[in-house]
């Protein structure tokens, strides 16, 4: 029997200083909370920041008979992040910083392909139906 014990990542990311998540993700902000990620309301806009642009958006059916997923069926995105010198963040908006004690957490969950964050679970799934870009911005 093959040992299946050491991954090897596929990408990798590195983490940014704040994520930016839309005030209409309220599915996604009570899950953040729920595990104890703190984020804070916006009172201002933010420029200078970063989307991630999406080259394949991928919602997969509810399977059958699935032990992973049970009767549930996942997201997908590929794509990339990019300077969006145009875009800014409303006042409103929800901040997440990395730099809490459950940073790692934000990131693991905000990362548009993390394969257990949440865009794999659909709480952004009312956003990504024909969208180009992932409705999260981010700063370095």
């Known amino acids: ?71 549930h069926g996942v997201r997908m995105l590929e794509g990339s992040w990019q300077p969006a010198p145009t875009a800014t963040v409303p006042s409103g908006a929800w901040a997440v910083s990395v730099n809490q004690p459950l940073g790692l957490l934000a990131f693991y969950l905000l990362e548009p392909t993390s394969d257990d964050g949440l865009t794999t679970w659909n709480m952004f799934d009312e956003m990504l139906a024909d969208a180009k870009t992932y409705p999260v911005m981010r700063k370095r």
């Open 1 to 71: 029997m093959i040992n299946m014990m050491w991954f090897e990542p596929t990408t990798t990311e590195v983490a940014p200083a704040t994520y930016y998540v839309p005030s209409a993700a309220t599915k996604a902000i009570d899950l953040l909370r729920a595990h104890g990620v703190r984020v804070e309301r916006m009172a201002r806009t933010v420029a200078d920041v970063e989307q991630f642009v999406i080259t394949n958006n991928t919602a997969r059916p509810v399977p059958t008979n699935s032990i992973d997923f049970g009767q």
